[in-house]
């Protein structure tokens, strides 16, 4: 039996992570003012907010607003929402955010929230020891601290960052909290969104011009079964993250079963003694902050590993490179045994063993795995798993063409790095298909602090269409 809702939905967000979650409350009639006696420290900025104190933000002109605006992202309404949660963070700050928030059930537009996994989507997927590279406070959604949060659960920040599992559990919380829980459907899957062609004049798109979705998919039940679904939706929300699919690295033997591309084979590994402190090395490939979890998470538990990458330990790209000693004393440790540890040091030793420079060529049945170095030889090492953390890349397979014809570059591959979604940066809808919308890592913002912003202008811009005259 398929489960068919009739009438058209305003609002189908499809992916329940961070993005996903801040859009369905402020969707959900949550709207916010400026404080009444709130002074934002940016002179430009509060100048521009004291002009219409009485107004909330979602009805203003966010391109006015943001204008002029600086800080660690590319996107103005990202920057602008930003500033108005955490005023002075950048700068050591702790300034109060100038919003108050206020219910107003008029507001509400009804929408459902898709995604695999339980509220928080992908964080509940990484392992839970693990430390969040930003701030705990920058993890926050609206209205409700991380650290507030934290405090009632008494629990405590690691070096002012919190753990993955913490992170996950208030995502999950806050959506209870806020009351956001009937618009959640988990364990969705989609497999499908089409636009209806148009049927005996009553469909919307011949009213205005605007399509009319489809979205389908199936549900996992209980007893691990699947119950197909299919919605009509007025608009759409790409919301999925880009952590679906592991980058791969094209080589031969990437498909035998010791190895893998995340890290939780290796806590699996582990707990069924496939991989012990005497067993061969782990293979480590990769050089960004998953393959640095991995090699911590290993060496905490006394496991061999070989880590391979392709960059110099000197490269600027590197991320290590990038980041404050001070702020990321775990990694600067990885960073330090990238170095000192080198096959091309003379301080290699049993425990870790770093391979700069170096391109594997193949994996092969007897766990042996070939190399090329900088100078053109090969090398093999005997390895007991590999695990391939080099990225991972967003699952739009659900969309024509995969998506690729709403990026930037429609010739080239989706990559929110490289070829992002293309959208309007004040709306968020896509600049290739009317009511189609994406945001977070799709579109380029990457973190959770600037994810929200995204969330703020496909409200504001919803909103306003919503309250357009039919």
Known sequence: MCFVWKEPLPVIIIGNGPSGICLSYLLSGYTPYVKADAVHPHPLLQKKLSEKPHVSILDQDLD???????????SPVALLFDALL????????NTESVLTWE?????????LVLGRNLPGGAWHSIEGSMVTLSQGEWMGLPDLKFKDW????????????????????YYQDYVVKKGLSHNFFCGSVVTAVDIESPESGETRSQQDGSPLFVVSGFMTT????????????????????????????????EDLP?????????????????????????????????????????????????HAFRRSVDDPGLIFNQLPKMM????????????????????????????????????????????????????????????VLIGSYPDLSFLAHGGTDLTVDPDQPLSPKRNPIEVDPFTYQSTRQRSLYAMGPLVGDNFVRFVQGGALAVASSLLKENRKPP
């Open 64 to 74: 006015y607003l943001s204008e002029g605006l600086e800080g660690r992202s590319q």
């Open 86 to 93: 955490r005023p002075d963070t950048d700068f050591g700050g």
């Open 103 to 111: 219910h107003q059930a008029e507001r509400m537009i009804p929408h």
């Open 150 to 169: 934290m405090r009632r659960k008494r629990r405590g920040l690691r070096d002012s960052r919190a753990t993955a599992g913490d992170i996950a559990h």
């Open 222 to 253: 209980t007893d691990g079964g699947q119950q197909p679904f299919s919605f009509r939706a007025r608009n759409v929300v790409l919301a999925t993250g880009t952590s679906d699919s592991p980058a791969r690295l094209g080589i031969v033997g």
């Open 258 to 306: 010791y190895v893998h591309y995340e890290l939780s084979a290796l806590e699996e590994a582990m707990k069924a003694g496939a991989v012990t402190p005497t067993s061969d090395p782990v293979l480590i490939v990769g050089a960004g902050l998953s393959a640095a979890d991995a090699i911590l998470y290993a060496r905490h538990y006394n496991l061999p590993v070989i």
């Open 328 to 387: 990321y004393p775990e990694y600067q440790k990885v960073h330090q045994m990238m170095r000192k540890k080198s096959v091309l040091s003379s301080t290699a030793y049993k425990g870790y063993l770093s391979l700069p420079k170096h391109q594997p060529l193949v994996f092969q049945e007897d766990h042996q795995a070939v190399f090329q170095d900088h100078n053109g030889e090969h090398k093999l090492f005997r390895v007991s798993l590999v695990l």
